[in-house]
Nanobody, 119 residues
């Protein structure tokens, strides 16, 4: 079982920056692929960025060049550095941990943190 706790959300003006953190419990953090999703009101939850257990990263096109995902396995924490924020980035941001093993796996979610970008 993994528990994920996000922090770092808040209200920021357009063009500003925020850094989200997601702290994970347990000793197997380095085995998990970690992702950040976001969900705006009335919309589905979408993948924003991901980082594999080997450190490979991927981003949705709308945040490329502005957001950076990183992880610190010693601290059991994944980060999302968000620069150049836009009003359309306003959403609840969720941390997600995925463990892939032959024949199955595990999938965990945090409770979310609100990011609001004012114009």
């Amino acid at each position: 079982q993994v528990q994920l706790v996000e922090s770092g959300g808040g209200l920021v003006q357009a063009g500003g920056s925020l850094r989200l953190s997601c702290a994970a419990s347990g000793s197997a953090f380095s085995r998990y692929d970690m992702n950040w999703y976001r969900q705006a009101p009335g919309k589905q939850r979408d993948l924003v960025a991901g980082i594999t257990r080997s450190g490979s990263t991927n981003y949705v096109d709308s945040v490329k060049g502005r957001f950076t995902i990183s992880r610190d396995n010693a601290k059991n924490t994944v980060y999302l550095q968000m620069n150049g924020l836009k009003p359309e980035d306003t959403a609840v941001y969720y941390c997600n941990a995925v463990l892939r093993v032959p024949g199955g796996g595990s999938n965990y979610w945090g409770q979310g943190t609100q990011v609001t970008v004012s114009s």
